[in-house]
């Protein structure tokens, strides 16, 4: 909940409930616009060019490093370098790697699970206080989490937990965003079917994840890929409750790397494929999905 | 026991159970709002009051000298100037670029789904790595900088001088949002009736009249949202600065999130540093109310309510 995730839940909100669009039918306004390429895609290579440049110069030897827009000579040294430590026991970056992949992971999960349980019970659920909850987190989101910041932080450090992974962990484990977005898809999905599962015995927790995910699977791709890369990519909240360096994420370690190790670009832009990496396998192994489901989040 | 009590009673039992699944279910929501909302929430009020530099063992109450200091520091006043200076310079920048993905996305021919998630991409990006391949591309022996060199004989200090400075973290943040910010334009050019067009079209508008006059009026829903968007990022900025420059050259690129970070979390000053994010969120809640009225009352004018 710090200052970030605020502007991304209060970006997503808006787009979900501001959008004032006219119904209508598309048009066949379209005519031949082949001179739009001439734009288009020299605009769009710009927009990927920094992807580019990342993963060329994490190839490139190092006597090209900063040097070469194109590098033309290749190795794999500044990968060896971060699989070994580069000298430095023990290895800093896969360890960071590893904390990256372990916190993203167990909160983004959490976050996909408490957001279809949460959601479900004030889309589904009929009991009283249900309105109030849900006007509650639309408060929630639009509260400025940066009050929160200074005194979630000292509740951590009150808890005992401060500089452990649970510093990390807990903070981030539910996404009033991704609550918002279940409750409102689930609010979408016929009554019937859920009956139905009920007649034949079925628990509540048994319709969420037997019936009301699989249903949603475009939904939740979306939902996952953008509470992933916002923890994926989370700073500040990272580096101000870990301090121990075999704790820290690859993302604070990256960005504290800036400084001591700045005579050794190769291994720096190794270390920012690798944290890229995972988002972009993600958003291709969501992409059919991400077109239905993006939809949703824009409307 | 008549058969009709029973039934009610067994309603009952079905409701009250379903209530009790309903609170259950709703128990994670509930427990972390008490504990990383609510409670925090309280605590901030007092520690605003309080002097706590997390040593000693108690907060000392000190009034309202933590928002004498903050309003007279110099350091918070820049971090308000330079955000308005940021907003000044983000939000046209955006707009034109988001509005442009978006008619490219609209208009091309083919492909429309390659580009419009190649224009999504950057907004995937970790600031952290988007400032690495920025500080190397801007860099004194970057390409960029060589490429200029042999060019015009010299190179800027892209990183240096505070209005570049300025205009790279505007630059990079442009790129990451434009793509995002598109969508939501590209969903308010499909909401546009042909109808409309076509009546322009009778009424003798050429292409550039109908832009100006039909396209943009009716993106005003679209343009409305990003707009607030736009602003609310102007006040949040952290990671870019952070990783580049440090606030400096002289203070140009202090930002809001800078100066609460280094006053709470590196020099230890808790009481201080919630009051200047108290400040920050007073201050962005102003700006975004303000810049409301003001978008809502132009696009009242245009016949949107």
Redesign the interface.
């Known amino acids: 909940m710090t200052q970030t995730s605020h502007t991304h839940n209060e970006s997503r909100l808006l787009t979900a409930s501001s959008q004032k669009t006219m119904k209508t039918r598309r048009g066949k306004h379209e005519r031949s616009h082949n001179w739009l390429y001439i734009l288009a895609i020299p605009v769009l290579l710009i927009m990927v060019l920094p992807y580019i440049y990342l993963i060329l110069q994490s190839f490139a030897t190092w006597d090209q490093v900063n040097n070469t827009l194109i590098p033309t000579s290749f190795s794999l040294r500044s990968y060896e370098w971060i699989w070994t430590g580069g000298g430095f026991t023990p290895q800093p970056w896969l360890n960071a790697l590893f904390n990256s992949l372990l916190v993203t992971g167990v909160d983004s999960v959490c976050m996909v699970a408490f957001g279809a349980l949460v959601g479900y019970a004030l889309s589904v659920l009929q009991f009283k206080g249900r309105k109030f909850v849900n006007n509650f987190i639309l408060f929630q989101m639009f509260y400025p989490a940066i009050i929160l910041l200074v005194p979630t932080f000292l509740v951590i450090r009150f808890a005992g937990i401060y500089d452990t992974y649970w510093a990390m962990l807990i903070p981030k484990m539910l996404s009033l965003w991704a609550i918002f977005m279940y409750t409102n898809f689930f609010r979408s999905i016929d009554n019937e079917v859920i009956e139905a599962a009920r007649m034949d015995g079925a628990s509540e927790i048994g319709i969420i994840f037997r019936i009301m995910l699989p249903i949603s699977r475009s939904i939740t791709s979306v939902i996952f890929l953008f509470v992933f890369m916002e923890r994926w990519t989370e700073l500040m909240w990272d580096l101000i409750v870990v301090k121990d360096s075999t704790k820290q994420t690859l993302n604070v370690l990256l960005s504290t790397m800036f400084g001591p190790y700045g005579a050794y670009p190769g291994p720096l832009y190794a270390a920012g494929t690798l944290l890229t990496v995972p988002i972009l396998v993600l958003f291709i192994l969501f992409s059919r999905n991400f077109v239905n489901g993006i939809q949703f989040v824009l409307r | 026991m008549s058969a009709i009590p029973m039934k009610r009673r067994k309603a009952n039992r079905a409701?009250a159970s379903?209530?009790f699944?309903?609170?259950?279910?709703?128990s994670?929501?509930?427990i972390?709002?008490l504990?990383?909302?609510l409670?925090?929430?309280v605590?901030?009020i007092y520690?605003v009051f309080q002097s706590w530099d997390?040593i000693s063992p108690t907060p000392v109450f000190i009034g309202l000298d933590n928002f004498k200091e903050a309003l007279s520091s110099i350091r918070v006043r820049q971090a308000f100037l330079v955000s308005y200076e940021f907003m000044v310079l983000f939000i046209p920048s955006v707009m034109i670029g988001s509005i442009?993905?978006a008619l490219?996305v609209?208009?091309?021919?083919r492909f429309k789904?390659l580009?419009s998630?190649?224009?999504f991409?950057?907004y995937?990006?970790?600031?952290?790595?988007?400032?690495?391949?920025?500080?190397?591309?801007l860099?004194y022996?970057?390409?960029l900088n060589?490429f200029l060199r042999s060019v015009f004989g010299t190179s800027p200090d892209w990183l240096g001088n505070g209005t570049s400075a300025m205009a790279v973290i505007v630059g990079m943040l442009v790129?990451k949002f434009a793509?995002y910010y598109s969508?939501?334009f590209v969903?308010?050019l499909?909401?546009?009736?042909?109808e409309v067009?076509e009546a322009a079209s009778i009424d003798g508008a050429n292409a550039w009249t109908k832009f100006w006059r039909v396209t943009l009026p009716?993106l005003y829903?679209?343009f409305?949202?990003v707009l607030?968007?736009a602003v609310?990022?102007s006040f949040?900025i952290?990671?870019e600065p952070?990783?580049l420059t440090h606030g400096g050259p002289q203070m140009a690129t202090q930002t809001?999130?800078l100066e609460?970070?280094a006053q709470?979390?590196d020099q230890f000053r808790?009481g201080y540093?919630?009051t200047v994010?108290?400040l920050?969120?007073i201050v962005?809640?102003i700006s975004i109310i303000v810049i409301r009225r003001l978008a809502e009352y132009w696009g009242h004018r245009n016949g949107?309510n």
């Not at chain 2, 499909?190 to 042909?194: K, S, T």
Request: hydrophobic share 50%; no cysteine.
């Open positions: 409701s379903r209530e699944q309903g609170w259950l279910l709703s994670p929501y509930l972390f709002t504990i990383f909302f409670i925090p929430l605590y901030s520690l997390l442009g993905l490219i609209q208009h091309v021919p789904s580009f998630v190649g224009f991409l950057p995937l990006a970790s600031g952290v790595v988007s400032s690495l391949v920025v500080r190397g591309l860099a022996n970057g390409p060589t790129w793509g969508l939501i969903s308010g499909q909401g546009i009736p042909n067009y009716m829903p679209a409305y949202t607030i968007l609310g990022i949040s952290f990671t952070f990783t809001w999130q609460i970070y709470a979390f808790s540093g919630a994010a108290l920050n969120a962005t809640l949107w």
